[in-house]
């Protein structure tokens, strides 16, 4: 799928061009935020077919789809769209009292011309409207009536920016709904809360909505709501307790789709195939919550017998018979509830021997009450997922149990002495056959396939040649956010900033250092900086598993147009 732009003649208020990213998305461009709020309102009264998500940017509108074909249908409908006549909806009036006391305040009255006091009364003299989510949940961006205080975002982005600080960059002014990274200017501070999941509609302020800002001299402080559960009580439920957590092991399922609106990412186990297979073997329903862990590490002790299969990275699994620990909570009675506990495939020693004994990857196998299950280091790949018949019972979150860990949406990480209760989500009376668990990467070099743009026209054809000649680094900090890679850097062939729009897990972001990031399942919504190629979905799951330290190398994926001026790269291997 091409970039097409629109060739029809007129007046008409229509799409300008429309832009592939990746295979499952495509972003529509507009002649200006006007038309962009006209195409959002069309696209969520009137969804088009296979249509998953929505977001609204500066100029731009990504649509998510649920399948390449279904991308490819919905580019072509966008150019036949009249966006004229959608009249726009006015959302509700929201006032945030403020206290104008902002490290950059004396810097943007420089900026703007008008000093502190001409900010502030510029500030809270005019009526914003919350044009369109992003960065994260509960951040809007706000558009003014009128362009007094146009400022640019900081030349160094702060590491840390205070929950409730009231900003400035560009055209827009925004509250920061919880501490984060940030590179706008701090003009004041507020106590509203602008994201709580306690309330019907989380967002205080959502797309559509206007907000009037008002000084005040001092805040009145809300409490913060009491943190949702993280992991269920044992009291006398069954389930395992979490001896030690590992490195990382996070609750996940196949994630939270259709809330980019409200600046929330999909999250979800990074290798889905590994969580359906789990799944599948205990007998679960694919979207089942699993445990996903990093670097194992993990060990878990069984309250109550339970029904356990583990995949993705190789680890080694060792069962110890109950010792001095504890089990949390009384014995329960078999998550199963029917005869999966006895079935053949259910592991290979039907009671306690007294010693410990391993397990293959990729079986069900029982855990009695009491014994202890051990994951060792991956000998490939970085991430494996425990699956428990029943799945993880815990409270959904925007109809997932998946961590966010961008947001901080959805269950806390494990910790030692934490509990996890089975669930019912249960697809079959027994449990699935072992299957063979696919090849992972190490520390050598993997292959990814990835579709140009839909920025790739920011760089010229040595920087894209550059892009899938050489090896890149995964290093240490990278994270469920993004992988961050180290190699020869690509220059921009551009100069400026490119407006923020929506973008995917498997964008390749290329900030101005020119070191690629590769989002994955927890990146922000929005960004900044251009996007100068997309790995195809089905090959997100083999990145999720290149371990730190491991090498990537990109190619231009089979049957998608090449970049202009640039060169396929030779085929290749998957790993090496």
């Known amino acids: 799928m091409e970039t097409v732009t629109n060739t029809t003649a007129g007046p008409i208020a229509r799409v300008v061009a429309v832009r592939p990213v990746g295979t499952t998305a495509v972003l529509a461009e507009l002649a200006g935020?006007?038309?962009?709020?006209?195409?959002?309102?069309?696209?969520?009264?009137?969804?088009?077919?296979?249509?998953?998500?929505?977001?609204?940017?500066?100029?731009?509108?990504?649509?998510?789809?649920?399948?390449?074909?279904?991308?490819?249908?919905?580019?072509?409908?966008?150019?036949?769209?009249?966006?004229?006549?959608?009249?726009?909806?006015?959302?509700?009036?929201?006032?945030?009292?403020?206290?104008?006391?902002?490290?950059?305040?004396?810097?943007?009255?420089?900026?703007?011309?008008?000093?502190?006091?001409?900010?502030?009364?510029?500030?809270?003299?005019?009526?914003?409207?919350?044009?369109?989510?992003?960065?994260?949940?509960?951040?809007?961006?706000?558009?003014?009536?009128?362009?007094?205080?146009?400022?640019?975002?900081?030349?160094?982005?702060?590491?840390?920016?205070?929950?409730g600080s009231v900003a400035l960059a560009g055209n827009y002014s925004a509250v920061y709904p919880r501490q984060s990274p940030g590179g706008w200017q701090l003009i004041g501070r507020t106590a509203a809360r602008m994201w709580?999941?306690?309330?019907?509609?989380?967002?205080?302020?959502?797309p559509g909505d206007r907000v009037q800002f008002r000084a005040v001299r001092e805040l009145v402080e809300i409490p913060e709501p009491a943190p949702a559960e993280s992991v269920a009580e044992a009291g006398a439920a069954s389930g395992l307790r979490i001896l030690s957590p590992g490195l990382q092991s996070l609750i996940q399922d196949l994630g939270r789709h259709g809330h980019g609106g409200l600046g929330v990412s999909a999250a979800g186990a990074l290798d889905r195939s590994s969580l359906r297979r789990a799944n599948r073997i205990v007998g679960n329903q694919p979207s089942a919550a699993v445990v996903?862990?990093?670097?194992?590490?993990?060990?878990?002790?069984?309250?109550?017998?339970?029904?356990?299969?583990?995949?993705?990275?190789p680890v080694a699994l060792?069962?110890?018979?109950?010792?001095?620990?504890?089990?949390?909570?009384?014995a329960g009675t078999n998550t199963a509830g029917d005869s999966a506990a006895n079935d053949s495939t259910a592991g290979d020693d039907g009671g306690r021997s007294g010693e410990a004994r391993q397990i293959p990857m990729a079986t069900a196998f029982a855990l009695l009450d009491g014994e202890v299950l051990t994951l060792g280091a991956p000998e490939r790949g970085f991430r494996t997922y425990l699956a428990i018949r029943g799945g993880v019972d815990i409270q959904p979150v925007l109809g997932s149990r998946s961590t966010d860990t961008m947001s901080g949406i959805g269950p806390a990480p494990l910790t030692a002495d934490g509990f996890i209760k089975g669930g019912k989500a249960t697809s079959s009376n027994v449990v699935g056959n072992p299957e063979i668990q696919p090849d992972y990467p190490d520390t050598g070099v993997t292959v990814l396939d990835i579709v140009p743009g839909p920025r790739d026209d920011w760089f010229d054809a040595a920087a894209l040649d550059s892009l899938c000649s050489q090896d890149w680094t995964v290093t240490p900090?990278?994270?469920?956010?993004?992988?961050?890679?180290?190699?020869?850097?690509?220059?921009?062939?551009?100069?400026?900033?490119?407006?923020?729009?929506?973008?995917?897990?498997?964008a390749l972001q290329v900030p101005p250092e020119g070191q690629p990031v590769l989002f994955l399942a927890d990146h922000p919504i929005t960004g900044g900086y251009p996007v100068v190629a997309v790995v195809?979905?089905?090959?997100?799951?083999?990145?999720?598993?290149?371990?730190?330290?491991?090498?990537?190398?990109?190619?231009?994926?089979?049957?998608?147009?090449?970049?202009?001026?640039?060169h396929p790269s030779p085929d290749a291997t998957q790993t090496k």
């Open 196 to 206: 709580d999941l306690g309330r019907e509609q989380p967002a205080l302020a959502a």
């Open 292 to 313: 996903e862990t990093v670097a194992g590490g993990l060990r878990v002790q069984a309250v109550g017998d339970q029904v356990l299969a583990v995949t993705g990275a």
């Open 33 to 163: 935020l006007h038309d962009v709020l006209a195409l959002q309102a069309v696209l969520l009264e009137h969804p088009l077919p296979g249509q998953v998500d929505v977001l609204a940017a500066a100029e731009t509108v990504l649509v998510k789809a649920d399948s390449p074909q279904s991308a490819r249908r919905i580019a072509a409908r966008l150019l036949e769209l009249d966006l004229t006549a959608q009249a726009q909806s006015e959302g509700k009036l929201v006032q945030i009292e403020t206290v104008y006391d902002g490290e950059d305040l004396a810097e943007v009255g420089r900026l703007s011309g008008l000093g502190v006091e001409g900010v502030v009364a510029a500030h809270t003299g005019q009526v914003w409207t919350v044009a369109f989510g992003g960065f994260a949940p509960g951040f809007g961006y706000m558009v003014g009536e009128n362009q007094s205080l146009e400022v640019p975002r900081r030349s160094s982005p702060r590491t840390v920016v205070p929950a």
């Open 318 to 330: 060792t069962i110890a018979p109950p010792s001095d620990v504890p089990a949390a909570g009384t």
């Open 536 to 566: 195809v979905d089905h090959q997100l799951d083999v990145a999720a598993q290149v371990p730190i330290g491991g090498r990537l190398r990109f190619r231009w994926a089979p049957g998608y147009p090449l970049p202009a001026n640039t």
């Open 477 to 506: 900090r990278s994270n469920r956010v993004g992988m961050r890679l180290d190699g020869e850097p690509l220059e921009r062939s551009r100069k400026g900033e490119l407006a923020s729009e929506g973008t995917v897990a498997g």
